[in-house]
């Protein structure tokens, strides 16, 4: 039983939709559920017509709201002892919260893993509500049988803030299926960009975390010393409308796509993938930029330089505007190494985050919670 607490566009959904369809329905009834996406988000499921079947849970969604909380809890309780699954498998803050106390409630003696696909720990709260997450995911890590997260440094970062206990951490890094690379002058004609100018591209979600004003400052240093670039930015969410007001001065210079369901072509027309967050996981950004031969610029945080290799498949940097702004006009004004940097991350990519290695690490981890944890899984020639 999977629990996600929304399938907005982004890493987390992506990585749920390709172990439905992808896990050995031989050895494991795997049933997913989820709440409602908010209003300035893009559904993943409704976008991609995925064929697995979805259960919606009434309340669960990305808000904190104690009757909509208290609702969601009610309902997975119901549906766990209709169900009874040897394993659930949470995701997300809100979903990890609400499914872990419904198993304890349920009295359904399922095993309990729980995926950090970053973490909350910086950039997101007060002091006071930083110490209050953390003595819930204390709390909460206390009632799981496996930690799981998609970089080294997020499970450290996880350890230091004395989030569970070394030996309950796993980590498995995210896995894609890269998407049939269009021809990029082609893809450049899809969106309305020249074919014969500079590009970076901003893929993911238009929020504070995110940094999209960084994105734009960077933008405008980079045009004073390249003012032909053009600068694609795909995604939306919250800071959508902020976004679009203060890129009009530059209005010339950007194109504002809003979500898509063909990035693949965002990928193909850009010369560099810019993150300019304050907080990662291991995005997803980067993985599929890697995949399509894209070199990044990024900022060094959370699991990212375990995605990018500084120097060789990409730039990382500080948090600084010019650090970052210096980087994206070496990679566009040198396209020999652009160019090797971008077959570096291609190769990189496509041996250490293929959907093939999630599929098998996550079965894996199924598989060994029937022998390390105590719980009686398996009915004989059953599935687990």
């Given at each position: 039983m999977e629990i996600i607490a929304r399938l907005n566009v982004g890493g987390p959904a992506t990585q749920?939709?390709?172990?439905?369809?992808?896990?050995?329905?031989?050895?494991?009834?795997?049933?997913?559920?989820?709440?409602?996406?908010?209003?300035?988000?893009?559904?993943?499921?409704?976008?991609?017509?995925a064929a697995t079947r979805l259960h919606r849970v009434p309340g669960l969604g990305r808000a904190v709201k104690a009757g909509?909380?208290?609702?969601?809890?009610?309902?997975?309780?119901?549906?766990?002892?209709?169900?009874?699954?040897?394993?659930?498998?949470?995701?997300?803050a809100k979903a990890g919260a609400l499914g872990r106390m419904a198993v304890r409630f349920a009295g359904v003696g399922s095993a309990r893993v729980h995926v950090?696909?970053?973490?909350?720990?910086?950039?997101?709260?007060?002091?006071?509500?930083?110490?209050?997450?953390?003595?819930?995911?204390?709390?909460?890590?206390?009632?799981?049988?496996?930690l799981v997260t998609v970089g080294s440094k997020v499970r450290d970062d996880l350890l230091d803030a004395k989030i569970?206990?070394?030996?309950?951490?796993?980590?498995?890094?995210?896995?894609?299926h890269p998407?049939?690379?269009?021809?990029?002058?082609?893809?450049?004609?899809r969106l309305g960009i020249p074919p014969d100018v500079p590009v970076v591209a901003y893929v993911g979600r238009l929020t504070t975390i995110k940094r999209p004003d960084r994105f734009l400052s960077v933008a405008e240093s980079v045009l004073r010393r390249l003012p032909e670039c053009q600068f694609v930015v795909c995604g939306g969410g919250?800071?959508?409308?902020?976004?679009?007001?203060?890129?009009?001065?530059?209005?010339?210079?950007?194109?504002?796509?809003?979500?898509?369901?063909?990035?693949?072509?965002v990928y193909a027309a850009a010369d560099v993938v810019l993150?300019?967050?304050?907080?990662e996981g291991t995005p997803l950004t980067l993985i599929e930029a890697g995949m399509a031969g894209v070199p990044v610029v990024?900022?060094?945080?959370?699991?990212?330089?375990?995605?990018?290799?500084?120097?060789?498949?990409?730039?990382?940097?500080?948090?600084?505007?010019?650090?970052?702004?210096?980087h994206t006009v070496r990679l566009l004004s040198d396209q020999a190494l652009a160019i090797q940097m971008g077959q570096a991350a291609r190769d990189w990519t496509t041996g250490a985050f293929g959907l093939e290695r999630l599929v098998a690490d996550t079965e894996d981890l199924y598989r060994s919670l029937c022998t390390s944890t105590g719980h009686r899984f398996i009915a004989e020639g059953g599935k687990r």
């Open positions: 749920v939709m390709g172990l439905c369809a992808r896990l050995n329905p031989e050895e494991f009834e795997h049933r997913l559920y989820a709440g409602q996406v908010d209003e300035d988000e893009a559904d993943h499921f409704e976008l991609g017509q909509d909380d208290l609702r969601a809890l009610i309902w997975l309780i119901r549906a766990m002892r209709e169900f009874r699954p040897h394993i659930v498998h949470t995701r997300t950090f696909h970053g973490h909350l720990l910086h950039g997101y709260f007060s002091p006071a509500k930083r110490r209050l997450y953390v003595l819930s995911e204390r709390l909460l890590a206390s009632m799981s049988d496996r569970g206990r070394p030996e309950q951490y796993v980590v498995i890094p995210p896995g894609v998407a049939k690379a269009p021809d990029r002058e082609a893809a450049r004609a919250d800071l959508a409308s902020v976004v679009e007001r203060s890129s009009e001065p530059l209005r010339r210079s950007f194109h504002l796509l809003g979500w898509r369901k063909d990035v693949e072509y993150l300019t967050s304050d907080n990024s900022t060094r945080v959370g699991s990212v330089a375990e995605v990018v290799q500084d120097g060789k498949t990409g730039l990382l940097a500080s948090t600084d505007v010019g650090e970052l702004a210096a």
